[in-house]
């Protein structure tokens, strides 16, 4: 492999967002790592869990497969192998982070991720298939445990604080960076907002969610 291709690993070639479909998106490496860290940063700083990004995840961690094997043809001695080795590890570290936030959302409102979605429609889920039946699983562990430790106990006019359902704060406020004109939106104390292209907010989450979702806004 040339020096070049070392050191523009990231910047080789483009990738399809569709594989099956020519007519799709085509992004560098280095913008998908851009997305990811887009990405990561919004479930770090949202309250509710966002849509999952299960094709950038992919499509990243086959980057970082072909990054590994680039590596290898680097001599041990070479510091450029200790630089690369450095921005992977930043990359791995970026995925784990974002997948380990989103579990850590599933721990702490279980029965509201559950109950939320399933009341949305097929082009609007949020949990991966594999997060959903964590979910459920984690969710009927708990139960029976819960019942075991306490419920049982309990006298049966008592038993409704199971029906607790615990749900992340989504009027807690979060910084807002607008990446699309959006317009003016009110906010709590009755002002008018004006959403112009790279300006900074600083809004209640439940505001901007949709927006959010649209990807016209990030959190920072």
Same mark, same amino acid.
């Given at each position: ?8 690993? /990231? ?20 913008? /998908? ?22 094709? /950038? ?31 992977? @590890? ?16 599933? +721990? ?8 939320? @979605? ?17 979910? +459920? ?53 009755? @002002? ?9 907010? /600083? ?18």
């Amino acid at each position: 492999m040339s020096d070049e291709n070392i050191e523009n690993n /990231l910047n080789e070639s483009e990738i399809n967002l569709d594989e099956e479909d020519e007519d799709d998106e085509l992004i560098t490496p280095q913008e /998908l790592l851009e997305k990811i860290e887009i990405a990561w940063i919004n479930e770090k700083s949202a309250p509710d869990i966002l849509e999952y990004q299960g094709e /950038l995840v992919d499509l990243m961690m086959g980057q970082i497969v072909h990054m590994e094997e680039n590596l290898q043809s680097i001599p041990s001695n070479d510091l450029r192998k200790t630089v690369h080795k450095m921005e992977l @590890e930043r990359i791995k570290y970026i995925i784990a982070s974002y997948l380990r936030c989103r579990l850590q959302k599933l +721990e702490d409102f279980t029965q509201y991720m559950i109950e939320e @979605e399933k009341k949305r429609p097929l082009n609007k889920k949020r949990l991966s298939e594999a997060e959903l039946k964590f979910a +459920e699983d984690y969710h009927e562990s708990i139960e029976t445990h819960f019942h075991q430790l306490a419920l049982q106990h309990l006298p049966p006019q008592q038993d409704d604080i199971s029906k607790r359902i615990i749900r992340p704060n989504v009027m807690g406020h979060v910084f807002v960076k607008v990446l699309k004109p959006c317009g003016t939106i009110v906010n709590t104390k009755d @002002e008018e907002v004006d959403l112009s292209e790279n300006s900074i907010h /600083l809004l209640p989450y439940q505001l901007i969610a949709e927006l959010l979702n649209k990807g016209d806004i990030c959190l920072i």
